[in-house]
């Protein structure tokens, strides 16, 4: 196996025996497989594209198997295994419909005409041949390098707009993308400057996909609205709710009703909390737990069930294997999967298992500071500025994760002058949310934006300021210090970098598929720096 899209890969370099993120090697060449035999789809929905032909059965598959592949989702063989059987034969049924309506289809090679094997281990064989380790002898480094931004940033994409199928919403811009990016990773005839154009239209399609995603979340459950959450528990039965998919959290509430069960979010489901119609269940009680790389030990100590309801899950430990449940696309070999929705097996879980048996203080947080939320206080920050009570934004946000360095966030915001104010979303908050920063003027220093899924919220709230100063995004007291970890963070800062932003500091450390030529052009463009220590940090931003 080789692995290196995630910002854990073994020695910055590769996982090559196994995956830190406990990733087997068979699942690795089965995942290569997959994503090989979706860039055969894609080179033929393109061709069908051409003639008019299009078919969402395909291309929400598209989507649904890029995600699979994502950090964290599915480590389970069997499915990729009918994954892969699925995408050739919605790629065969495209290419007839394709020929019926007068368009090219007659591939004679790659993986438009890939045939699977029959066994796992067969299929696991063929994965030897494809990935970027097995391209690395026959392919220019910074072409590879550019290839795989590409499908990364792609992988994050499909993973935002399989979120806001799920709500109901889509947008032919984004398969249309999707299916030109994969294909044009095959494209010999492309050189660095047009894959460099494609990466960045990637970021573009990306911004697409995030206000598309943000639309159909606040369209279900309206505009987050700042709120206080519970750090500690309810007296009486416990269900966990962990991953990123609001419309799970939904059901798992509906179906929870006059049962007893006080639901709990987990890692990236915090902001669910902020929603005004989920916030209507009276046993929607509070958050429990940290970020994802903390799971085998908070998930130990929860006295319910657990639902996984997309990517973050880790290998479970014997002592909750038979509590956690997965749903979705997220899957691990021996635990029970939901793939009705019914939830009743994680209900009849947690009414078998203790609960708590007394509540539990442990303060709170507040969540809902979404775009909506700040821009209706959008004239008090501006006055705080120009009144210079306001002297600096930090979004101090992206990914968190095990691997060292990480504390570099959390120092950083306690280091954080106390005239200034700190945005932050997805799970790299977790480093500082329960920190009591104080406010200004009645606006909290820090400002829960929500999930990774939610980083349209600090652009639109980055562009809205923009505006009120009549100034480029770049020219405002704002500075943008990231960290990343996988694939959905890789498409946010190519939105980042389309967007033009420049001067972001971005760690624990650099991403290991990008070679030093493309970071060079980078650095040079856009003026990306790692992040070297707080105060260093801080003395350069402020002066």
């Not at 990016?181 to 154009?197: N, P, Q």
Request: hydrophobic content about 40%; charged content about 25%; some cysteine.
């Amino acid at each position: 196996m080789f692995c290196f899209q995630c910002e854990q890969t073994a020695k910055g370099e590769g996982c090559t025996k196994i995956g830190v993120c406990g990733k087997q090697p068979d699942v690795a060449e089965l995942q290569d497989v997959l994503v090989y035999a979706i860039k055969g789809l894609a080179q033929v929905a393109n061709e069908g594209r051409k003639v008019g032909v299009k078919d969402s059965k395909i291309d929400h598959f598209a989507c649904e198997a890029m995600f699979s592949t994502l950090t964290n989702v599915d480590f389970d063989p069997p499915r990729f295994v009918e994954l892969i059987n699925q995408c050739v034969k919605y790629r065969d049924e495209l290419k007839k419909k394709v020929e019926a309506a007068g368009g090219w289809a007659d591939f004679t090679s790659g993986p438009a005409t890939f045939t699977p094997a029959a066994t796992v281990e067969e299929l696991v064989a063929q994965g030897e041949n494809f990935g970027p380790e097995a391209e690395k002898p026959v392919v220019d480094q910074d072409i590879l390098s550019l290839r795989e931004t590409l499908t990364y940033g792609i992988k994050g994409i499909a993973a935002y707009a399989d979120h806001a199928a799920i709500l109901g919403k889509t947008d032919d811009r984004i398969f249309d993308f999707i299916h030109q990016g994969l294909a044009a990773t095959l494209d010999e005839s492309l050189g660095v400057d047009d894959l460099l154009g494609l990466v960045l239209k990637c970021g573009e399609i990306n911004l697409v996909t995030m206000e598309l995603l943000d639309a159909a979340n606040t369209g279900a459950y309206g505009n987050p609205e700042p709120t206080e959450v519970p750090l500690g528990a309810k007296k009486g039965k416990a269900l966990l709710v962990s991953g990123h998919d609001l419309k799970d959290l939904e059901q798992i509430l509906k179906q929870t009703q006059g049962k007893g069960i006080y639901v709990y979010t987990h890692g990236e489901m915090l902001p669910c909390h902020g929603y005004p119609e989920l916030k209507e269940y009276e046993h929607f009680y509070g958050h429990y737990g940290t970020a994802w790389q903390n799971q085998k030990k908070e998930f130990a100590e929860f006295p319910g069930a657990i639902v996984m309801t997309t990517n973050c899950i880790q290998k479970p430990q014997e002592v909750y294997q038979d509590n956690i449940f997965t749903t979705g696309l997220v899957g691990w070999p021996g635990v029970t999967h939901i793939a009705d929705k019914d939830f009743t097996p994680a209900i009849e879980r947690t009414l078998a298992l203790p609960g708590y048996e007394k509540d539990v203080d442990r303060g709170s947080v507040m969540v809902g500071f979404g775009h909506n939320a700040v821009l209706g206080v959008a004239d008090k920050v501006i006055e705080g500025v120009k009144n210079k009570d306001i002297r600096h934004f930090f979004l101090v946000a992206g990914c968190d994760g095990a691997k060292p360095g990480r504390n570099y966030y959390t120092e950083f915001v306690e280091k954080v002058p106390e005239d200034c104010i700190v945005m932050t979303l997805a799970c790299g908050k977790f480093r500082f949310f329960d920190k009591n920063l104080g406010d200004i003027g009645g606006i909290p220093r820090l400002l829960d934006i929500g999930q990774c899924n939610d980083a349209y919220s600090a652009i639109k709230i980055a562009s809205a300021l923009a505006d009120a100063f009549d100034c480029g995004v770049n020219d405002l007291p704002l500075s943008m210090v990231l960290s990343w970890y996988e694939q959905k963070a890789v498409a946010i800062l190519l939105t980042l970098l389309y967007l033009g932003i420049t001067d972001i500091r971005l760690g624990p450390s650099l991403p290991a598929f990008v070679s030093s030529n493309v970071l060079n052009v980078l650095v040079d463009k856009f003026d990306i720096k790692p992040i070297s220590t707080p105060d260093e940090d801080l003395k350069a931003i402020l002066g």
